[in-house]
């Protein structure tokens, strides 16, 4: 897993479907990659991750889950239905956090998590948000104690 700085611990968990949704309707794969890839060290330099999620259909697993693996991202997958990705991985927000970690990253701009991170916020965990400049609903921004701009991490890791 990914050491970082800061003396502060990380779970980040990704929403694969909702981060990598253009990607995924051009088929571009190498660009899908990219996005999670570019997440892992932009987090690294604030806390050392220690957990790395990621939920999605079985057809983007499939496409990912092993390159995505050699990143420390483990990727789960949904048994399918509307918002399933998004159940499972609040499912796993509500049990997988190491109570050692400070600092959750949601990297999901869905405002379904919205919530959770209010949740996440009044137990004392920071939580910061990672998606794109404009893919972030406002609920789930208000909520964050901070914003990471994946636009901006993207383009430096190309």
């Known amino acids: 897993m ?17 981060l990598v ?3 995924r309707q ?4 190498t ?3 990219r996005v999670v890839r570019a997440l892992i060290p932009d987090v690294s330099t604030r806390a050392q991750v220690v957990l790395c999620i990621a939920v999605c259909d079985g057809r983007l697993a499939r496409r990912l889950a092993l390159p995505l693996a050699d990143h420390g991202v483990r990727t789960y997958t949904h048994r399918g ?4 990705a998004d159940w499972e991985l609040q499912r796993r927000l509500d049990r997988d956090i190491p109570a050692s970690c400070s ?7 869905d405002h379904f998590f919205a919530a959770q991170a209010a949740r996440l916020r009044g137990s004392g965990k920071r939580v910061e ?3 794109r400049n ?10 964050a104690n901070d914003f990471c701009d994946l636009t901006v991490a993207v383009s430096s890791a190309a």
């Open 134 to 143: 404009g893919c972030i609903s406002a609920e789930l921004y208000v909520q």
């Open 81 to 84: 239905g509307p918002d399933a």
């Open 103 to 109: 600092l959750v990253v949601i990297a999901s701009g």
């Open 21 to 23: 949704h253009d990607e």
């Open 2 to 18: 990914t050491r970082g700085g800061l003396g502060q611990r990380a779970a980040v968990f990704i929403d694969l479907e909702n």
């Open 129 to 131: 948000v990672a998606a």
């Open 31 to 33: 660009g899908a990659e």
């Open 26 to 29: 051009r088929m571009d794969w």
